[in-house]
């Protein structure tokens, strides 16, 4: 009895496996294979800060899986100037077990980061990745790869072909699939299939899951005829296997999502792939076979993580930057300024980028120095930055290519056609995001860099409305430009500090002047130029701003388009206080942009720290009927500028 009873466990064991593996997946298998791992260049500053950050988002995300059930989930924390992002994401199939599993084998593979600041890991089952500055919109990043098996698949020209159809498919249908997740079993002869699944982030738009899926797609073209392949990137992933790695019933029908354009594409594809027989297959299986071996090993990628690894720029081809802006036309055009025209580009593997011509005239420092400063701005990090991922030489031609902000400038939300948008939260957030950024130029880099031209057109902002710097560094490139302190003037009157607009002296500090009037233009949605008219006759931002401090009357200089029951007066009054510490008369009692960083974040007011009278600094940008009598002007100034009376 004893051993039919054995007999009987041992085959009730025997089915549960078979009937588990062949129709719901591999138990307790969280798909621990590494695909790809990095750590970026950068440490954390604050290790203490960093660690506290990083362990309550990793915590946070557990529970999101734990408690919520969920595939996908996104943390972040902030401790002092500390802030972690992170984002954990389960391919669907995996029970939540299994989800957990893959999940803390991350945290602990991500460890081996110790103090970078950025990291990824990308297993079959999952991902983890965590940065010091929002990501969760990016998808396609220069640290994207390729995985291929070391088996060729059975029938492979047959294999080949459904393959090349099975992919192609996913790419259209997974962006088009709520959620971002596809997987199919595709029949290739009688005796085998092909198992694909393909994910995009969740954050992702359908646009950059497509954008994703294409280099993915294109990718894995060089696994096939391959039994399997893994293609990865920073928001998505696709994987197909002769083998199964997912239950047939958690496949998903795309067929429906397949009719929007896919079905012309599908059909060429089938008839090129398939019209071909006998000897013409023949001759595309040689071509192959001849082009990988010529083809050199791929490098391993996994230090690469886009945002976090940008050791030195992208050096970008002129015809592709051509084409990708249309040829610089008139239509791509995003804007004029100093150091030159910025166009809209979409690269050939669908990225949308800012292409900037640089106007730097000729010079030997312009031909010896362009590389090296161009790979300094390059490794310039911070979450308030504009990334620059390359730049282009061309004869005299000085090209670099920018992240793209769709959202364009400050200056469009303050006086174009955004005017009145952005309320008061918005307002606050990127005027503590640009002095942080500043912060990190001016102390946090090993090379102190002063921008010089800090307006509202040099404030890009992102999906979420927060402020990323551009063009910071280039003033570097100036011809004579010799040092990060040189008087070369590169500055845009009505915001520059008078002691570098008429004497030519430049520090630090007249960054935070400039950045002092950008805040007193966001608080009020006047231009720093334009002239107020009242009793007292005309007045420009500045002055108008001092006179209502002198009168407690701060609150006067508010945007009227903002809800003054969407303000706190104290808080908004402790802000002008502050922008007019910054736009001192003398530079040496002008706050740090990180401790300009400290009053923004302070709760109390500063009423220890009293604002001297600036020295007001007119721009004569039209024709006045009333001249000031002590003027100067910089050889390299566009207008005039006068000193002008407080009173």
Known sequence: MVQQLKLLVLAFV???????????????????????????????????SFYVSLNETFSEIRGQISNQSKHFATAQEARGDMLVYAMFQCRNYLSKNDCLGCFTNATTQIRNCSAANGARVIYDGCFLRYESERFYDQTTEPGNGVLCGNNTAKEAPAFRAAGQQVLMDLQIATPRIKGFFAATKTQ?????????????????????????????????????????????????????????FFADNQTIDITPYLKQGGSSKKWAIIGGVIGGAG??????????????SKKPKRLPRGDILG????????????????????????????GEGGFGDVYKGTLKNGKVVAVKKLLLGKSSKMEDDFESEVKLISNVHHRNLVRLLGCCIKGQERILVYEYMANSSLDRFLFGNQKGSLNWKQRFDIILGTARGLAYLHEEF???????????????????????????????????????????????????????????????????????????????????????????????????????????????????ALDPNDYDAEDVKKVIEIALLCTQASAATRPTMSEVVVLLKSKSLIGHLQPTMPVFVETNLKSREDKSTSTASSSNATASTSILSAR
């Open 446 to 560: 090993h090379v102190s860099i002063i921008h010089r031209d800090i307006k509202t057109g040099n404030i890009l902002l992102d999906d979420d409305l927060q402020p990323k710097i551009a063009d910071f560094g280039l003033a570097r490139l100036l011809p004579g430009d010799r040092s990060h302190l040189s008087t070369r003037f590169a500055g845009t009157l009505g915001y520059t500090a008078p002691e570098y607009a008429i004497h030519g002296q430049l520090s630090e500090k007249a960054d935070t002047y400039s950045y002092g009037i950008v805040v007193l233009e966001i608080i009020s949605g006047q231009k720093s130029t334009e002239v107020k008219v009242d009793d007292d006759g005309h007045e420009y931002l500045l002055q108008r701003t001092w006179k209502l401090y002198e009168r407690g009357m701060h609150l006067d200089l508010v945007d009227k």
């Open 14 to 48: 025997w089915w549960w496996t078979w009937w588990s593996t062949s129709n719901h997946g591999a138990v307790a298998d969280p798909q621990t294979r590494l695909v790809n791992t990095g750590c970026s260049t950068y440490n954390a500053s604050s290790l203490r």
């Open 307 to 334: 945002a976090t690894e940008l050791k030195g720029p992208v050096n970008y081809k002129y015809n592709d930057l051509k084409a990708a802006t249309k040829n610089f036309s008139d239509e791509n055009k995003l």
């Open 279 to 292: 000897l013409v297959v023949i001759l595309l299986i040689a071509l192959f076979a001849w082009q990988r």
């Open 188 to 244: 290739v002869s009688a005796g085998g299939s092909i198992y694909a699944i393909a994910q995009c982030v969740e954050t992702a738009t359908e646009t950059s899951c497509l954008d994703c899926m294409k280099v993915g797609y294109n990718n894995l073209q060089t696994c096939l005829p391959n039994s399997d392949g893994r293609a990865y990137d920073a928001g998505c992933f696709m994987r197909y296997s002769e083998t199964p």
